[in-house]
């Protein structure tokens, strides 16, 4: 049971198979106000908002509220940037529509929004709150917005910083003054840079805190400096997600595949579509997924696929793809060989990547993947399809690459004499206790395509 402590106005408890959500007594009425209210009605319509699917009065006043839950939740230290941009997006529309609505949003966290697919959906329906005349202006979490969402994607984009490492060591964002020193001069110009960074950083090196100033900013507007200022963020979320991407190592590996022959792409693609065919695969995992072209076969064949790989430039690359063709494929950022643990107060705030990927997927596709997990992170063969065995639970696709391969060769190097006894028959019985092998097929002159069955998937 995970339960949230960070809101006084309620907790969130999670049990891994229902969320339930408790509000405080002196929170219930407005919440109950905004479960009446035509914003909401609008919010969850549209797909911006998780909804409640029972509500439960209690006898000391409080409110329990069941939400759906979201399969598979992923992190800001697993979102690429774009994903990071969407997420500001979907925080900047919810703020608009509450705003001209007469409600405000308290919080602006990253920690609010998780993915479905390819598109962000906010959780946190406290975060919504009526709007008083004792209020003080403008949009209360301005400053936790730019600390979350606008700071981390200027890192991203001017420092070569990822959302990993960003959110990994920064629970909540970054500050001005941390990196405003560090951006070239020539990106400090504009209104946005100096509105958003260089004066909240002025102001936090004298002790003053940027949420204040921003409050303060909107006075000479009113009310209406809101609307602009939303606008302001959301041009300037567009400008850094445009510049969030850059080489590197296997950013480039689809279009750059020397080592692939035409014929062996094909059978590739055609082994896959025709076991996706056969429609038993709803949930797939596709680990090393890269540029995403098997993951977008196998969600166009009409399953939710988690795209997994190491490079963010690759999987940034795939998300804006999967979103402009809106097939469900969601990225995450994260190596396979040392998954994201459980993070937070007593690790228990954000669960960790095996606890999330248990018994979850039919289909696990590990295409030319196997051979880089134990040449270059050197995990024990044995102990990598038992972990495969704990998140597949029907088909494991692996494409077995030969030590004669020049790919293996390569990564390999000096080392190439550990691996005299690296063959299918080795693979395979390594497989053994979790995997049966249902087919292979030989797709190259070295390379074969495993087709691997769980074997708790169809024992009697």
Known sequence: MRVSF?????????????????????????????LDSPLYADLVRDG?????????????????????????????FEWT??????????????????WAA?????????????????????CDLLSLQR????????????????????????????????????????????????????????AHLGLAMWLH??????????????????????????????????????RFIDRLESHGRSLSTWSEYTGNRDHYQAVELTAKRKAVEALLSEGRCGRVLDIGANSGEFSLIAARAGSQVLALDDDVNALHDLHIQARRLNVPVQCLHANFAQPTPATGWRLAETLGLPQRFAGRFDLVLALAVIHHLTVTERLPTTQLFEVLADCCRDTLLLEFVPRDDPRF????????????????????????????????????????????????????
């Not at 497989?431 to 797709?443: G, K, N, V």
């Open 197 to 234: 960074v260089r004066l909240p950083a002025r102001l936090e090196r004298r002790r003053i805190r940027s949420d204040q100033k921003a409050a303060g900013a909107s006075k000479a507007g009113g009310a209406d400096g809101t609307p602009w200022l939303l606008g302001n963020l959301g």
């Open 409 to 460: 060769i390569e990564l390999a190097g000096p080392n190439m004499d550990l691996y005299q006894h690296w063959d299918v028959a080795f693979v395979l019985s390594c497989a053994e206790p979790w995997f049966e092998l249902h087919d292979q097929q030989q797709i190259s002159e070295h390379r074969k395509l495993l087709r691997l069955r769980r074997r708790s998937a169809h024992a009697p």
């Open 6 to 34: 960070r809101d006084p106005d309620g907790n969130v408890e999670d049990d891994g198979q229902q969320v339930w959500r408790r509000v405080q007594a002196h929170a219930a009425a407005t919440t109950a106000e905004l």
């Open 102 to 122: 007469g409600w405000n949003l308290k919080d602006a966290a990253t920690s609010n929004v998780l993915f479905e697919g390819c598109k962000p959906v906010f």
């Open 81 to 98: 940037p774009a994903m990071l941009a969407d997420a500001a997006r979907l925080t900047l529309e919810i703020q608009r529509r509450a």
């Open 131 to 186: 709007r008083q005349p004792a209020d003080p202006p403008g949009w209360l979490a301005y400053g936790q917005f730019v600390r979350h969402f606008v700071l981390p994607l200027l890192a991203v984009a001017e420092l070569g910083r990822t959302p990993r490492d960003i959110f990994l060591a920064h629970r909540d964002g970054l500050r001005a003054v941390e990196i405003a020193p560090f951006i070239p001069w020539h």
């Open 48 to 76: 911006l908002l998780i909804g409640v699917e029972e509500q439960h009065p209690q006898a000391d006043g409080s409110l329990l509220l069941r939400h759906r839950r979201v399969e598979m939740p992923t992190y800001a």
